[in-house]
């Protein structure tokens, strides 16, 4: 049976999902909340990593808020592609990073699933920092990212958030399209 602690996490992040694929800027005071309320569930199931998350979506959920409703010169900010050299450094580093701290959670903490805990750590910083900036390929980065997570929140039991991370991983699907489909009508 699901605490109540994870329903109201689970249920704070499904809308905020939801609010994200649709390209709507209640996405990060809805997230927010999430953030607080996983993080607290995740320290309690010692998923270390996922709590060190939490911390940087509170930061960068701050920082995604100014920047959809400024951007640029005080203009929102538009939808866009990253450029492909940067997006490869950027997911080589992830994968490094990664592994490192799997290594150290490895070594220095009780961690479950320290190395799958570190890929959904770092992939989730790569698509919310792609995220914060309008970029298409947030998509892509959170569609890896549910299919992490799904199987390590059910190995700890976490039935509900893997349930809902299975919703998230439709609905990355979803916002891939939407967003693309959005992008095509800015071009025109």
């Given at each position: 049976m699901p605490s109540s602690l994870e329903i109201f996490a689970n249920l704070f992040y499904l809308v905020s999902v939801l609010l994200a694929a649709r390209n709507s800027v209640h996405t990060w005071a809805v997230g927010l909340v999430g953030c607080v309320l996983f993080g607290w569930l995740f320290f309690s199931v010692q998923l270390y990593a996922d709590v060190t998350l939490q911390g940087f979506f509170i930061v960068t959920s701050l920082l995604g808020w100014w920047s959809w409703l400024h951007g640029r010169g005080g203009e929102p900010?538009?939808?866009?592609?990253?450029?492909?050299?940067?997006l490869s450094?950027?997911?080589?580093?992830?994968?490094l990073v990664a592994l490192a701290y799997g290594v150290l959670l490895h070594h220095f903490t009780d961690a479950y699933a320290p190395f799958i805990d570190s890929l959904?750590?770092?992939f989730s910083v790569l698509a919310q920092l792609l995220l914060?900036?309008?970029?298409?390929?947030?998509w892509?980065?959170?569609?890896?990212?549910?299919?992490?997570?799904?199987?390590?929140?059910a190995s700890?039991?976490?039935?509900l958030t893997a349930f809902i991370y299975l919703l998230f991983?439709?609905?990355?699907?979803?916002?891939?399209y939407r967003w693309r489909r959005e992008l095509n009508a800015q071009n025109v």
């Open positions: 900010m538009p939808i866009s592609r990253s450029a492909w050299p940067g450094l950027a997911l080589a580093v992830a994968v959904v750590l770092t914060m900036r309008r970029k298409l390929e947030t892509y980065g959170w569609v890896l990212v549910n299919t992490l997570a799904v199987p390590l929140f700890r039991e976490l039935y991983w439709c609905n990355a699907w979803y916002g891939l």
